[in-house]
């Protein structure tokens, strides 16, 4: 664990409280946490799958339909990610519970 992993998981520890894991496996975790202070909701993604480079170019943009990238630690076997909880309905939860047509699919596509 790089020194910058540490001071992550040592300021979340201090900082935030675990609220949920919403997945993991031997690939991944996704862990949802909420700062004490101030209720603001994190995501905290690690993972096998070194695709830092696509979160790197996300960082710091202002787009409507991502998420807010405030931190990015990689190493050489795995990422970690600190990015803005969203609040809502997923994507995966509108496919598996509505029947869709085809310019609603098309819709999501494009967004």
Same mark, same amino acid.
């Given at each position: ?16 409280? /675990? ?46 339909? /991502? ?5 990015? &630690?990689?190493?050489?076997?795995? /990422? ?14 509108? &496919? ?16």
């Amino acid at each position: 664990m790089s020194t910058y992993e540490k001071y992550i998981n040592e300021t979340i520890d201090s900082e935030y409280k /675990l609220l949920s894991i919403k997945k993991e496996d031997e690939y991944s975790k996704i862990e949802i946490y909420e700062h004490t202070e101030t209720g603001k909701k994190l995501v905290k993604i690690t993972s096998s799958n070194r695709n830092d480079h696509i979160y790197r170019k996300i960082r710091g943009s202002n787009h409507p339909n /991502l998420p807010h990238v405030y931190d990015i &630690c990689s190493s050489e076997d795995h /990422l970690v990610v600190l990015e803005e909880y969203i609040d809502g309905v997923t994507l995966e939860d509108i &496919c598996h519970n509505a029947n869709l047509n085809i310019k609603t699919i098309i819709g999501y596509t494009l967004d």
